[in-house]
C-alpha cells in the first residue's frame, strides 16, 4: 500500500539515534515520499539537507509562529528557497495557545511569510492553533497566490467549511484514530476528494494503536485506514486520491 506523509519532522532531535532505521522502515512500507517540515532557520536547513541526501524526500522552509520573537529575521527563506528540493513555505501561521503569546507579533511575520511565498510563487503550509478567526481573517485579505494546506486541522467543521471557500487544502493526522475526534471525524468525511492530505506531523501524534510513543512516517498507514473507514471508502482508493492531491499541491513528481 503506497502512501505520502505529507508532513513530518525527521530532522528533529527525537530522531537522533535510529534515523537510519527510520528511513528504512519507511521505504519497507512503501512510504513513497516524505514532505520534511521546517519550521526555522536551524530546522529548515536541516530538512534541505535531509532532501538532497533522499531523492523521495522534499523539504519545506519557514518559521514557525512560535520561533517569531520580535528579532526574527526572515532573510534566509529566500536564500534557501533556491534548492530545487524545496517545495513549500511552512509551517508558519498562528499559535495562540499560550497565554505569553505575542498575537500582533505573530500576525505580522505570518503575513510577511505570505508575501514571500507569494514572491516565490510557492505553496504554504499552515499551522492554526486556538487562533481560527485571525487565521481566517489574514487567509481573506492577503490572498495566497500558489496554495495552501491547513495542517494538522483541528478546529470545527465550520472552519473546514471557510478554508474550503478559501480553494484550500485540509490534511488529517493521527488524531482522528483518537477516541474524542468527534469533530475531526466530522471533518475527515466533509473534505472534498481532491483538497484532502494525510501526515503523521512526525515524531508527535502518533495514532492509534501505538498512541503514547515517538511517531514516524510508516504510522500514517493508520491515519490512512481511519479516514477510508470514515469516507466509507477502499483504502486503495484513499491511497491514491492523497497521492494525487500530494504530488499536485507540493508539486513533486
Known amino acids: 500500500m503506497k502512501l505520502i506523509d505529507s508532513h ?39 530538512a534541505i539537507e535531509m532532501a538532497n541526501k533522499y531523492d523521495w524526500i522534499f523539504a519545506t522552509i519557514g518559521m ?6 520580535g528579532t526574527a529575521d526572515l ?3 529566500k536564500e534557501l528557497a533556491k534548492n530545487k528540493k524545496v517545495v513549500a513555505i511552512g509551517e508558519i501561521g498562528l499559535d495562540y495557545h499560550y497565554e505569553t503569546t505575542n498575537k500582533e507579533n505573530q500576525k505580522k511575520y505570518f503575513i510577511e511569510q505570505i508575501k514571500i511565498a507569494n514572491e516565490l510563487n510557492l505553496p504554504v503550509v499552515i499551522h492554526s492553533r486556538d487562533a481560527d478567526m ?3 481573517e489574514i487567509l481573506k485579505k492577503n490572498k495566497i497566490r500558489n496554495n495552501f494546506v491547513m495542517h494538522c486541522f483541528s ?12 480553494n484550500g487544502y485540509i490534511s488529517i493526522s493521527g488524531t482522528v484514530t483518537f477516541k474524542n475526534a468527534k469533530n475531526i471525524v466530522e471533518v475527515a468525511k466533509f473534505i472534498p476528494e481532491d483538497k484532502l492530505l494525510i501526515e503523521t506531523d512526525s515524531p508527535y501524534l502518533t495514532p492509534e ?3 503514547g510513543k515517538r511517531n514516524e512516517p510508516k ?7 481511519r479516514v477510508a473507514e470514515i469516507r466509507e471508502i477502499s483504502l486503495d482508493k484513499l491511497s491514491e486520491l492523497t497521492i494525487k492531491n500530494t504530488k499536485k499541491f507540493y508539486n513533486i513528481v
Do not use: Q, W
Not at 513530518?8 to 528511513?23: F, G, K, R, S, T
Not at 519497507?28 to 526555522?40: H, L, M, Q, T
Not at 514557525?64 to 520573537?69: I, K, L
Open 219 to 225: 504510522n500514517v498507514i493508520d491515519t490512512a485506514k
Open 64 to 69: 514557525h509562529p512560535d520561533e517569531c520573537n
Open 75 to 77: 532573510s534566509f527563506i
Open 209 to 211: 494503536p501505538n498512541r
Open 8 to 46: 513530518a519532522h525527521l530532522m528533529d532531535e527525537m530522531y537522533n539515534e535510529d534515523i537510519d532505521e527510520v528511513i528504512k522502515r519507511c521505504i519497507e512500507n512503501e512510504i513513497i515520499n516524505v514532505i520534511n517540515i521546517g519550521y526555522s532557520k536551524e530546522t529548515s536547513e536541516k
Open 134 to 136: 485571525d487565521m481566517l
Open 155 to 166: 478546529s470545527s467543521l465550520e472552519i473546514a467549511k471557510e478554508i474550503i471557500k478559501l
